[in-house]
């Protein structure tokens, strides 16, 4: 079994900042992606930035490049999400997800097998 627990969400102001947590448990060989997703009311969820765990490779959606920034702890088993600069528009429940497929689309949500219960980011202008 896998699991993965997000925490760090938050309400701050825009132009504040936010550390998401994913502690992960379960099976961490064949992991192959980790990533970050959200999802605000009315829309679809999507990809926000993911790692390759083997190559250490990380994706970023170009509405968060340069703002935020993707990195695991392997001794910890704890993937992390920097959020500086936070705008309005990134106001969305977040999501940790796990895959353990190979050759997949770092970014994209039906590529991934498992997920964290999500934790509400909210931006307030």
């Known amino acids: 079994a896998v699991q993965l627990v997000e925490s760090g969400g938050g309400s701050v102001q825009a132009g504040g900042s936010l550390r998401l947590s994913c502690a992960a448990s379960g099976a961490a060989v064949s992991r192959s992606h980790m990533g970050w997703f959200r999802q605000a009311p009315g829309k679809e969820r999507e990809g926000v930035a993911a790692?390759?765990?083997?190559?250490?490779?990380?994706y970023y959606a170009d509405s968060v490049k340069g703002r935020f920034t993707i990195s695991l702890d392997n001794a910890k088993n704890t993937l992390y999400l920097q959020m500086n600069s936070l705008k309005p528009e990134d106001t969305a429940m977040y999501y940790c997800?796990?895959?353990?497929?190979?050759?997949?689309?770092?970014?994209?949500?039906?590529?991934?097998?498992?997920w964290g219960q999500g934790t509400q980011v909210t931006v307030s202008s």
């Open positions: 997800a796990a895959s353990y497929w190979a050759g997949i689309q770092a970014l994209g949500t039906d590529e991934y097998n498992y």
């Open positions: 790692i390759d765990i083997s190559g250490g490779t990380t």
